[in-house]
């Protein structure tokens, strides 16, 4: 067994990304005897051992027009860490999601032989699926999150492996409304609808002014309705609260809170969400939602004529192969149109129920044991001197995956 510890790189590029990285470290953690991981990463990432060169905010950001902004300061950073990974490279480099980024790191890393895994397939079947080209010459295997997704890649020879989603590990199975309401005091018969208008602060300010609209109709309809508010950093609560300060909604019954989101959701009736991770894990908490997908003009206009696989932009939509929840986008996202879906979803139970049966199938579907499935995959381009005996032939799996 080689004494060296294995040196992993590692760049994840919002809290999302943050999140599947933590999971892939404690995987991988017990597999190898020794082992450091650096590169870019959050906070749970770090709390794991995991040393982060740059702050991973400065890559959070969503679409052509807010990347320009910032574009000068993103390509210093990345240009930095391609010298400093070349002069003293890793075993290997996992880029996790934040792909615009990642492959223009992966691919001069690539180059000069290091094997380079790309954990979350980009979203060539929404959109821009031209990038599948570049992708096979870039990266040394994709790991991919959703079953439809390999197929896709082994039609152009890309080395993939399906691992399914953590999140699917982590949340349960059963529908755990009830104890979410206790837990924040809400009686049983109350409406709650949780908004979720984005993690990141460019999705907050696109989101925020029609979900306060939104849930001003909805209260004008539902009298005692309740509104829950996750929001993941102070500046994206400052630019919600500016929103309902716009709107002269002070008196709107909202729980604004800090994080708490998955139980923010498990508690609503209905859920209002930014198109992203966050309709994932609405839809594993088994709630009903309505999916809104908002962006710069310029974006947007950008990103209507890339050529995709699939007509839907929800995940949850995507999985079921149908629209089981409905998506408004850009300019249909009013506060009508929202405030309407979800006062329709409110009243009408079986359809409620009949959702939560094809959320409960999907979370079956993911549930893959993901971190370990992750982990052989990673394994499966390092030596063999690097791994612990027991489970030197471990990473054998993920051909099959």
């Not at 991988?28 to 740059?54: D, H, N, T």
């Not at 010459?137 to 989603?165: D, N, T």
Request: net charge neutral.
């Amino acid at each position: 067994m080689n004494n060296r510890a294995v040196r992993i790189a590692m760049v994840a590029g919002e809290a999302s990304g943050d999140l599947l990285g933590a999971h892939l470290i404690a995987a991988l953690k017990q597999r190898l005897p020794q082992v450091e991981f650096f590169g870019i990463g959050g906070p749970k990432m770090q709390a794991l051992g995991f040393q982060s060169w740059y702050s991973q905010e400065t890559l959070a950001v969503r679409g052509y027009a807010e990347v320009l902004r910032h574009f000068r300061k993103i390509l210093s950073i990345r240009s930095a860490l391609k010298r400093r990974l070349l002069a003293n490279p890793p075993d290997i480099f996992i880029g996790v999601d934040a792909p615009d980024f990642n492959f223009g790191l992966e691919k001069p890393l690539k180059q000069n032989g290091i094997p380079c895994v790309h954990y979350v397939s980009p979203s060539i079947w929404a959109w821009r699926g031209q990038r599948i080209h570049r992708i096979g010459k870039v990266v040394s295997r994709i790991l991919a999150l959703f079953p439809f997704e390999p197929e896709i890649y082994e039609k152009q020879g890309i080395p993939v492996s399906y691992v399914g989603h953590p999140l699917a590990d982590v949340l349960p199975l059963e529908d755990g409304r009830d104890e979410a309401r206790e837990l924040f005091g809400v009686p049983a018969q109350r409406p709650v609808f949780t908004l979720l208008p984005g993690s990141r602060q460019a999705e907050v300010q696109f989101m925020a002014d029609a979900f306060v609209g939104a849930a001003l109709k909805v209260i004008e309809s539902l009298p005692d309705a309740e509104f829950f508010v996750p929001l993941a950093t102070r500046e994206t609560r400052l630019l919600f609260e500016a929103a309902m300060q716009r709107a002269d909604a002070r008196q709107l019954p909202v729980r604004l809170l800090f994080g708490h989101a998955h139980e923010a959701m498990a508690a609503a009736d209905i859920v209002l969400v930014a198109s992203g991770t966050a309709t994932l894990e609405a839809a594993l908490l088994k709630r009903p939602m309505v999916i809104v997908y908002k962006m710069a003009p310029v974006t947007y206009r950008i990103m209507r004529c890339m050529k995709g696989y699939l007509p839907y932009i929800g995940l949850p939509n995507i999985l079921a192969g149908r629209f089981v929840v409905p998506e408004f986008i850009q300019d249909d996202a009013t506060p009508e149109n929202l405030a309407q879906a979800l006062l329709n979803l409110y009243a009408d139970r079986i359809t409620c129920a009949g959702i939560a049966e094809v959320f409960r199938e999907i979370h079956l579907q993911l549930r893959q044991n993901s971190a370990e499935k992750a982990a052989a995959a990673v394994l499966l381009h390092l030596p063999e001197h690097f791994l612990k005996p027991a489970v030197a032939d471990t990473g054998h799996a993920a051909h099959a995956a």
